[in-house]
């Protein structure tokens, strides 16, 4: 999620009768939106006596320079602790305290542009560089007695890993290229580096055991890129050698931590379709190899994240009904109780080596993201970054409504300077994934822009989202587009008894699952009367042999494409394309590896020829996430542009 920093207060006026020259201009939104900084990491300190974190101190979205700031707890000034100049346009982040918190890890490419390298510091002088490699590296980890630091490793590398950058064109005999991330020790003092986990492993999140002899290890073999979706939990020994398999999960699973007393692996265990982005059950492996165990059954919403807080008790972030909660989890029982519950998001969760500490990236609908850190669930903020700004939108209402078995979360987002008196017309905005959610967070793109210019947004979280527990995120098995869709449209309904909204002028938009959610949106209904669809599918068939992340559908689908063609055709948009009479604005990066560009190609192409207004709009050198600023700003413009022109 991108965040933002801004001294910039604009009065909107938005209404159904509100002319252009009424409105504030989409690029004064944006730039007052790309003030406000961001915050990607926070750490506490072992005694839970300092927080660093990590902020961006460019535009959001730009993924340009960021640095490294602690701070004493409780009332202490934040101290930049930076490798870099002022003026630096490089990148700052991996922070990672030593287990006698004397020392902080960091990565930092101010000496060597373009290049991460690992650097140490006690916080109080300046930093040493430690390391003089050319790869991608990731998240450091002291050993117990500070002489070494662990990373993942990918050598030679000058691309960040992951589906959502821009892939490498193919030329000449097309094959796999498997850069392999591998954990690799760093010797604090000399420098040298040492790749210790097998080489033909791809390792996507690991934890260092209390005795420096081993790693557990969500990793797999094969391309990092395409197959997260059967890693599997490994025992790696430190010295070097063969991976032990500690389980082979039925689903996904994210996070693995290891115990104080090294016995047991903690890992969040559900159906995900994204890597990073957390939701499930929390179950604990023994590092024997025996058994795991689900130790938070029946849990009501989805476990996001995972901290351990001495022996026998964990700290749970989970996303629940719409809000954030931090749980105390006893390992060895059933019990639970929870610390905190708000309805914000919180992101970067990190405590105290006993868990009485914490501190975490927090924001809502209401207040920019800023740090926070304190007693487990008394914690206070501790930045004023964001201070001054102001949102650009009206309140944020969480919403409830029945359809079929379930009772569905949304939120409803208020335009700017509401108007009981008018109608106002509303746009149900489709989040990714579907193994996500609309967290209740500082809106960004397209959900803080359309509030500014007069819009309601409606913000559904259909089965298949985080937050009602993991029998609601696995209930599109099998079935994406029917039972979600149905959601989505008795949520509409509640929306438009909530308040002001006229059932005449609804629109409704997304990026990839959202996009492609808004494409069979429009061959099943003609409810909406507006569309923009975002790096959508519209054919699962060929989407199979197009994307380079196939391995994602088999939990969902139940099986390949080859073996079941038939189950990826029913969900498909073309099936139904005649059906469509909605205008719909088609969006899509060109060198999208998630959801390539000929997915938009062939939805544009059948609108044309059946007659239905629509456009289609590709943007060079982009992938799955649009990351260049003008290009994010050409589509609010667009997007806007399309819902004035077919909903006002």
Do not use: C
């Not at 265990?269 to 190899?289: A, F, K, Q, R, T």
């Not at 979360?409 to 008196?421: E, T, V």
């Not at 560009?597 to 544009?604: A, D, H, K, L, R």
């Not at 996430?625 to 542009?641: N, S």
């Amino acid at each position: 999620m991108q965040l933002f920093r801004s001294v910039l207060v604009l009065t909107l006026v938005a209404s159904t009768s509100a002319t252009a020259q009424e409105r504030p201009s989409i690029d004064a939104v944006l730039s007052a939106l790309q003030k406000v900084h961001s915050f990607s990491e926070t750490a506490v300190r072992p005694d839970g006596a300092r927080v660093a974190w990590v902020e961006d101190l460019t535009p959001s979205g730009t993924n340009g320079a960021s640095a490294v700031y602690v701070k004493d707890l409780p009332n202490g000034t934040p101290r930049r602790v930076t490798a870099a100049s002022a003026t630096t346009t490089e990148r700052e982040d991996g922070i990672a305290w030593s287990a006698d918190g004397k020392m902080l890890a960091f990565l930092s490419s101010a000496a060597t542009p373009g290049q991460a390298q690992l650097w140490v510091t006690d916080t109080n002088s300046a930093p040493r560089r430690v390391t003089n490699v050319k790869g991608q590296l990731d998240h450091p980890l002291w050993s117990r007695d500070g002489t070494k630091i662990a990373v993942l490793f990918v050598a030679g590398s000058s691309q960040a890993t992951g589906a959502l950058v821009p892939y490498k064109p193919d030329e000449g005999v097309v094959g796999d290229v498997v850069e392999e991330q591998r954990i690799a020790i760093v010797d604090v003092a000399s420098g040298a580096l040492h790749e210790v986990s097998p080489a033909n492993m791809f390792v996507y999140d690991y934890d260092w055991s209390p005795d420096g002899t081993w790693f557990a290890a969500e990793a797999v073999e094969g391309s990092g890129t395409d197959n997260y979706w059967i890693a599997q939990l490994y025992a790696m020994p430190a010295q070097g050698g063969d991976a032990r398999p500690l389980w082979k999960p039925a689903l996904q699973i994210a996070v693995p931590r290891i115990s104080p007393d090294g016995q047991s692996v903690a890992v969040i265990h559900g159906i995900m379709s994204d890597e990073g982005s957390n939701g499930g059950d929390v179950y604990l492996v023994p590092s024997s190899g025996a058994a795991p165990r689900n130790i938070t059954p029946k849990l009501e919403g989805s476990a996001r994240n995972l901290v351990w807080a001495g022996r026998g008790r964990l700290i749970v972030h989970e996303y629940v009904d719409g809000k954030s909660a931090i749980l105390h989890v006893v390992s060895g029982s059933a019990e639970r109780s929870t610390l905190w519950s708000a309805p914000q998001q919180i992101g970067s969760l990190a405590a105290s080596a006993d868990g009485t500490v914490m501190s975490a990236v927090v924001q809502s609908f209401a207040d920019a993201p800023e740090i926070y850190a304190g007693p487990a669930g008394q914690w206070t903020k501790q930045t004023q970054v964001n201070a001054a700004v102001k949102p650009f939108w009206g309140e944020g209402k969480s919403l409830h409504w029945r359809s079929g078995e379930y009772t569905v979360q949304g939120w409803l987002l208020y335009p700017a300077n509401f108007d009981a008196s008018r109608r106002y017309p509303m746009v149900v905005s489709v989040h990714g994934g579907p193994s996500s959610a609309n967290f209740p967070t500082w809106p960004v793109r397209w959900n803080a822009v359309l509030p500014s210019q007069g819009y309601f947004v409606f913000l559904p979280n259909p089965r298949g989202s985080y937050g009602a527990g993991e029998a609601f995120t696995m209930a599109n098995v099998k079935d994406f587009g029917y039972g979600d869709l149905r959601d989505i449209l008795e949520g509409v309904d509640a929306a438009v008894k909530a308040a002001p909204i006229d059932p005449a002028r609804i629109g409704i938009t997304g990026w990839s699952y959202g996009g492609y959610m808004t494409m069979w949106a429009v061959t099943q209904t003609t409810q909406f009367k507006a569309a923009v669809a975002g790096a959508g599918i519209v054919n699962w068939q060929s989407y199979y042999g197009q994307n380079r992340i196939d391995q994602w559908m088999l939990p969902f689908f139940g099986a390949s494409v080859y073996d079941d063609p038939q189950v990826y055709a029913k969900s498909s948009p073309i099936t139904f394309i005649k059906k469509v009479k909605t205008p719909t604005l088609v969006l899509h990066g060109d060198r999208d590896s998630e959801v390539p560009t000929p997915q938009g190609y062939e939805f544009w192409h059948a609108l044309k020829a059946l007659g239905v207004p629509t456009e289609l709009v590709i943007f060079p050198n982009e992938g799955h996430a649009i990351a260049q600023p003008e290009h994010q700003r050409d589509i609010e413009r667009r997007m806007v542009a399309w819902f004035d022109r077919w909903m006002r």
